[in-house]
């Protein structure tokens, strides 16, 4: 059985492009790791851009690793064996250090659970300095470090593409041996670094300040695929980053906040990593929070056309779609746009700050269902706060009328078949968000909800309704605004193999604390220590 889980990550690593491998005698030696599935982690382009950034280092050899399969893990289990890196195969526990690259919070439960297989110690306190150095990173241990305070021995606060290298080159002059007890001196004068075991565990850290790392000139730092393979989600394309943070700034999306400022890559680079892209795949992936504000959007996807490139990109804002961007992405072989009109009523789009008219909203939808594009996704939240029952029936009446506008449209033109994807979650108050102190809204509420939107949607051909189970969006919340006490019940429901609500019933802590109270405005929060610099 090791022998086929070694079997598989072999045939992973021999369908890539771009991977690295390097002697390891007298390098400083990293696991990166993703704590989900290798296709789900490999669609990371931060992931992979911390991946190379460590490689170029010559004094560090940086491996990856992701979370096996359920079958492994029994075998793991079974034989305690340990999880491998991908490139040589090593045990996680004999690297000089594991470096967490964390994206959801639901998957902290999955980073303990790998740390757990790997024989090290959960608890940083009861490590020693033969098991390596614990390093978390990533959009969830940036808005919040706390639930995993306990496990870690240092966080990336923010960017990481500078602070990595500065922790390194840190570590490579004093590393014999490399010891976690130096690690506060060796570190001081970081910005960005974050140390849990130097501050008590009391809600907020009083008195402490971590500064957020942000780079100022994205182009310094070109983020694009730097491996290709077929097996991930986007395995077709060759994806590059166009720019970090969302101007918009809505309440609810922490996109506007803890990535902030909003920044952009150059044209000229954009069309630079275009360049070491079609070498691979003749399909480009422009990825982002806000694509549309790039000031050269079109300009650059003309010059895709222009090289025979088919491309797409991650999603567009309503209120910015032309005619002219749409023939561009048609040409792009464009066959999904996936907008977010996020509520479905125009009193609580401007309650969230989404800078949305019904009249701009209903003339985008008919741009682009005369367009060739033939497939729409339209992300909706409920849950939100002073939402009513009428703003739930308020989506099912928008998206019906959106389908009319289709009808209407594919009729006239004589047009083929369209699918549009109603996708629904529910609201989770995140970090350093207007909405931090909002409560979530409870699970019963929820459940009727979607009950609702389920009777709206029953036998319209055309229209398909996807939703988050509201249980999981609880614990998010759970995890999102916890404190080192969550990281107690994360502890337990790695014990209990998963099984968050058995761990909620073994566990002296009332999770409603955490997802249904809505924070006072005096509170210091748990993650107040970080200074977000928001602009």
């Given at each position: 059985m090791l022998c086929q889980y070694r079997k598989n990550l072999k045939k992973l690593l021999a369908q890539e492009r771009g991977y690295v491998v390097k002697d390891m005698a007298g390098k400083i030696s990293v696991v990166l790791v993703y704590p989900n599935?290798?296709?789900?982690?490999?669609?990371?382009?931060?992931?992979?851009?911390?991946?190379?950034?460590?490689?170029?280092?010559?004094?560090?050899?940086?491996?990856?690793?992701?979370?096996?399969?359920?079958e492994d893990i029994s075998y793991l289990k079974k034989t305690k064996k340990s999880p491998i890196s991908l490139e040589s195969q090593k045990p996680l526990g004999k690297f000089d250090i594991v470096a967490f690259s964390?994206?959801?919070?639901?998957?902290?439960?999955?980073?303990?659970?790998?740390?757990?297989?790997?024989?090290?110690?959960?608890?940083?306190?009861?490590?020693?300095?033969?098991?390596?150095?614990?390093?978390?990173?990533?959009?969830?241990?940036?808005?919040?470090?706390?639930?995993?305070?306990?496990?870690?021995?240092?966080?990336?606060?923010?960017?990481?593409?500078?602070?990595?290298?500065?922790?390194?080159e840190r570590i490579n002059e004093d590393r014999n041996p490399l010891n976690r007890k130096n690690l506060p001196h060796l570190l001081t004068g970081i910005d960005g670094i974050y140390i849990p075991s130097e501050y008590p565990s009391k809600n907020g850290q009083k008195g402490l300040k971590i500064k957020k790392r942000w780079i100022s000139d994205l182009d310094q730092y070109p983020t694009s695929s730097s491996i290709i393979t077929d097996q991930t989600i986007f395995g077709d394309m060759f994806l590059i980053e166009v720019g970090k943070g969302c101007k918009m700034k809505c309440k609810f999306c922490e996109a506007g906040y803890i990535c902030s400022p909003a920044r952009f890559y150059s044209k000229a680079?954009?069309?630079?990593?275009?360049?070491?892209?079609?070498?691979?795949?003749?399909?480009?992936?422009?990825?982002?929070?806000?694509?549309?504000?790039?000031?050269?959007?079109?300009?650059?996807?003309?010059?895709?056309?222009?090289?025979?490139?088919?491309?797409?990109?991650?999603?567009?804002?309503?209120?910015?779609?032309?005619?002219?961007?749409?023939?561009?992405?048609?040409?792009?072989?464009?066959?999904?746009?996936?907008?977010?009109?996020?509520?479905?009523?125009?009193?609580?789009?401007?309650?969230?700050?989404?800078?949305?008219?019904?009249?701009?909203?209903?003339?985008?939808?008919?741009?682009?269902?005369?367009?060739?594009?033939?497939?729409?996704?339209?992300?909706?939240?409920?849950?939100?706060?002073?939402?009513a029952l009428e703003d739930i029936k308020s989506i099912i009446r928008e998206v019906k009328s959106i389908k009319g506008i289709f009808n209407a449209v594919r009729i006239k033109k004589r047009m083929s078949m369209f699918l549009i994807t109603v996708s629904v979650n529910a609201f989770v108050p995140k970090p350093m968000t207007p909405f931090q102190r909002e409560p979530m809204d409870y699970t019963a509420s929820l459940k009727e909800k979607l009950k609702i939107l389920k009777t709206g949607?029953?036998?319209?051909?055309?229209?398909?309704?996807?939703?988050?189970?509201?249980?999981?969006?609880?614990?998010?919340?759970?995890?999102?605004?916890?404190?080192?006490?969550?990281?107690?019940?994360?502890?337990?429901?790695?014990?209990?193999?998963?099984?968050?609500?058995?761990?909620?019933?073994?566990?002296?802590?009332?999770?409603?604390?955490?997802?249904?109270?809505?924070?006072?405005?005096?509170?210091?929060?748990?993650?107040?220590?970080?200074?977000?610099?928001?602009?």
């Amino acid at each position: 059985m090791l022998c086929q889980y070694r079997k598989n990550l072999k045939k992973l690593l021999a369908q890539e492009r771009g991977y690295v491998v390097k002697d390891m005698a007298g390098k400083i030696s990293v696991v990166l790791v993703y704590p989900n599935t290798y296709n789900v982690g490999m669609s990371n382009l931060g992931f992979q851009k911390i991946y190379s950034t460590l490689n170029q280092l010559e004094y560090v050899v940086c491996e990856r690793s992701f979370l096996p399969s359920e079958e492994d893990i029994s075998y793991l289990k079974k034989t305690k064996k340990s999880p491998i890196s991908l490139e040589s195969q090593k045990p996680l526990g004999k690297f000089d250090i594991v470096a967490f690259s964390i994206t959801f919070e639901m998957d902290y439960l999955f980073a303990l659970q790998i740390l757990n297989l790997s024989h090290i110690p959960l608890k940083s306190a009861n490590r020693l300095n033969k098991d390596p150095i614990i390093i978390a990173g990533g959009i969830c241990p940036t808005f919040n470090p706390e639930p995993l305070a306990n496990f870690v021995d240092l966080v990336a606060i923010g960017e990481g593409e500078e602070v990595i290298r500065e922790i390194m080159e840190r570590i490579n002059e004093d590393r014999n041996p490399l010891n976690r007890k130096n690690l506060p001196h060796l570190l001081t004068g970081i910005d960005g670094i974050y140390i849990p075991s130097e501050y008590p565990s009391k809600n907020g850290q009083k008195g402490l300040k971590i500064k957020k790392r942000w780079i100022s000139d994205l182009d310094q730092y070109p983020t694009s695929s730097s491996i290709i393979t077929d097996q991930t989600i986007f395995g077709d394309m060759f994806l590059i980053e166009v720019g970090k943070g969302c101007k918009m700034k809505c309440k609810f999306c922490e996109a506007g906040y803890i990535c902030s400022p909003a920044r952009f890559y150059s044209k000229a680079t954009i069309l630079k990593e275009v360049q070491k892209g079609k070498v691979y795949r003749r399909k480009i992936g422009l990825v982002g929070s806000a694509i549309c504000d790039h000031p050269d959007i079109e300009e650059i996807m003309l010059e895709l056309h222009n090289q025979e490139l088919g491309f797409s990109v991650s999603s567009l804002r309503l209120n910015q779609i032309t005619s002219n961007l749409l023939k561009l992405l048609e040409l792009g072989g464009c066959k999904t746009i996936a907008v977010a009109p996020e509520a479905g009523s125009k009193r609580l789009r401007k309650a969230i700050n989404k800078q949305l008219t019904d009249e701009k909203l209903f003339d985008s939808i008919r741009l682009i269902a005369e367009s060739g594009i033939q497939n729409l996704k339209l992300y909706y939240i409920i849950g939100l706060p002073n939402e009513a029952l009428e703003d739930i029936k308020s989506i099912i009446r928008e998206v019906k009328s959106i389908k009319g506008i289709f009808n209407a449209v594919r009729i006239k033109k004589r047009m083929s078949m369209f699918l549009i994807t109603v996708s629904v979650n529910a609201f989770v108050p995140k970090p350093m968000t207007p909405f931090q102190r909002e409560p979530m809204d409870y699970t019963a509420s929820l459940k009727e909800k979607l009950k609702i939107l389920k009777t709206g949607f029953k036998g319209n051909k055309n229209i398909k309704l996807i939703y988050d189970i509201p249980k999981w969006s609880f614990i998010q919340t759970l995890l999102s605004r916890g404190d080192r006490k969550v990281g107690e019940l994360l502890c337990k429901a790695v014990e209990l193999d998963g099984d968050w609500f058995e761990a909620i019933r073994e566990v002296n802590i009332n999770p409603d604390f955490y997802v249904y109270r809505k924070y006072d405005k005096n509170e210091l929060l748990p993650w107040s220590f970080i200074d977000a610099e928001i602009q």
